[in-house]
């Protein structure tokens, strides 16, 4: 039993390891869609943005990180 | 194949071979232990049940992914992998700036070592059985990852089985070297592995959720390059300033 909760664990913990991180990603997935989809923009523009917003993300995600591991 | 199916193949191929080698070298450590405590018996006959089990889930979901319709399949996967993938290197990046430490094989194997004497002298009976389940738990943990990659980036582009097969030889790769050497393979460069696949993830996940909402990538399969040393050169300069002494003055 105890395995199964250790496999449901590790496979959360691979995609929701940071909430933050997470959201922010499916925010700005969503964010590109309603673009391209909805608003019909030019789709490689869309993918500019989706490039931009990952790295965006990501550093963000890491400077708060070790902001708040050094703080602790 | 040919050269534009192997833009996509040595990428997705190298991705599962370098992420197999991390985790594999983590649950080596742990399969090591329970060796060396109980024997070959109990952690070859865990390890083996662990990888046929996710033999049996990639060789179950891949083919099933299959069924699903390209674009919508390449936006889930997109999806999923960069949430992994920014994951990964979130953390690999966190660890190359000395922000938190990097994983110690060493300690490791004597932390899992130490569990197990405890759980083997509480229960006399069963101490096969408790040494192979250890060891199979910590490959199917180990290895849950490894098959999340090897379906995500092998089944869109039908590559599954080359994927699979890259990924097995890196398990074959380290359990030689592994039984060869007999002791923790503290000298692997996990971090800098790592670092390598979260780059690699995070380019499939930005090339394949931009195809799976209809964006025509200049360069198709190429611009996954240029995804995977942008997300290395971002990652590489956020380490660097972690690194400086102002970020701790900052705080």
Same mark, same amino acid.
């Given at each position: 039993?105890?395995?199964?909760?250790?496999?449901?664990?590790?496979?959360?913990?691979?995609?929701?390891?940071?909430?933050?991180?997470?959201?922010?990603?499916?925010?700005?997935?969503?964010?590109?869609?309603?673009?391209?989809?909805?608003?019909?923009?030019?789709?490689?523009?869309?993918?500019?943005?989706?490039?931009?917003?990952?790295?965006?993300?990501?550093?963000?995600?890491?400077?708060?990180?070790?902001?708040?591991?050094?703080?602790? | 194949?040919? !050269?534009?199916?192997?833009?996509? +193949? &040595? !990428?997705?191929?190298?991705?599962?071979?370098? &992420?197999?080698?991390?985790?594999?070298?983590?649950?080596?450590?742990?399969?090591?232990?329970?060796?060396?405590?109980?024997?070959?018996?109990?952690?070859?006959?865990?390890?083996?049940?662990?990888?046929?089990?996710?033999?049996?889930?990639?060789?179950?979901?891949?083919?099933?992914?299959?069924?699903?319709?390209?674009?919508?399949?390449?936006?889930?996967?997109?999806?999923?992998?960069?949430?992994?993938?920014?994951?990964?290197?979130?953390?690999?990046?966190?660890?190359?700036?000395?922000?938190?430490?990097?994983?110690?094989?060493?300690?490791?194997?004597? +932390?899992?070592?130490?569990?197990?004497?405890?759980?083997?002298?509480?229960?006399?009976?069963?101490?096969?059985?408790?040494?192979?389940? &250890?060891?199979?738990?910590?490959?199917?943990?180990?290895?849950?990852?490894?098959?999340?990659?090897?379906?995500?980036?092998? &089944?869109?582009?039908?590559?599954?089985?080359?994927?699979?097969?890259?990924?097995?030889?890196?398990?074959?790769?380290?359990?030689?070297?592994? %039984?060869?050497?007999?002791? !923790?393979?503290?000298?692997?460069?996990?971090?800098?592995?790592?670092?390598?696949?979260?780059?690699?993830?995070?380019?499939?996940?930005?090339?394949?959720?931009?195809?799976?909402?209809?964006?025509?990538? !200049?360069?198709?399969?190429?611009?996954?390059?240029?995804?995977?040393?942008?997300?290395?050169? %971002?990652?590489?300069?956020?380490?660097?300033?972690?690194?400086?002494?102002?970020?701790?003055?900052?705080?």
């Amino acid at each position: 039993m105890s395995i199964i909760v250790d496999v449901a664990k590790e496979l959360l913990g691979m995609f929701l390891a940071d909430a933050r991180l997470t959201t922010a990603t499916l925010f700005l997935v969503a964010i590109v869609a309603v673009l391209i989809v909805a608003l019909r923009i030019e789709p490689l523009l869309g993918g500019g943005v989706l490039l931009l917003g990952c790295l965006a993300i990501l550093v963000e995600a890491t400077l708060r990180e070790a902001r708040h591991r050094r703080a602790s | 194949m040919d !050269p534009a199916t192997w833009s996509v +193949a &040595a !990428p997705a191929i190298g991705s599962a071979f370098l &992420a197999s080698l991390v985790e594999v070298v983590e649950a080596f450590t742990i399969i090591l232990a329970v060796s060396t405590l109980r024997g070959w018996r109990p952690a070859a006959l865990g390890t083996v049940t662990a990888l046929a089990l996710l033999g049996l889930l990639i060789v179950l979901l891949g083919p099933l992914l299959d069924r699903v319709s390209l674009h919508l399949l390449q936006l889930i996967i997109g999806v999923l992998l960069l949430l992994f993938g920014l994951g990964w290197l979130r953390k690999a990046i966190l660890r190359a700036a000395g922000t938190i430490p990097l994983l110690d094989e060493d300690a490791i194997f004597a +932390a899992e070592s130490a569990q197990l004497a405890e759980a083997t002298g509480q229960r006399r009976v069963s101490l096969d059985w408790i040494a192979g389940l &250890a060891a199979f738990k910590a490959v199917l943990l180990e290895g849950l990852e490894v098959a999340f990659i090897v379906i995500a980036v092998g &089944a869109g582009r039908g590559l599954l089985w080359p994927v699979a097969l890259g990924a097995l030889a890196a398990c074959l790769a380290v359990l030689t070297v592994g %039984v060869i050497v007999h002791k !923790p393979l503290a000298k692997v460069p996990e971090n800098t592995l790592k670092f390598g696949v979260g780059v690699m993830l995070s380019a499939f996940g930005v090339f394949w959720t931009g195809e799976g909402l209809g964006i025509d990538w !200049p360069g198709q399969d190429v611009a996954l390059v240029a995804f995977a040393a942008l997300f290395l050169g %971002v990652g590489l300069m956020t380490a660097s300033v972690l690194r400086r002494p102002s970020m701790e003055i900052a705080q």
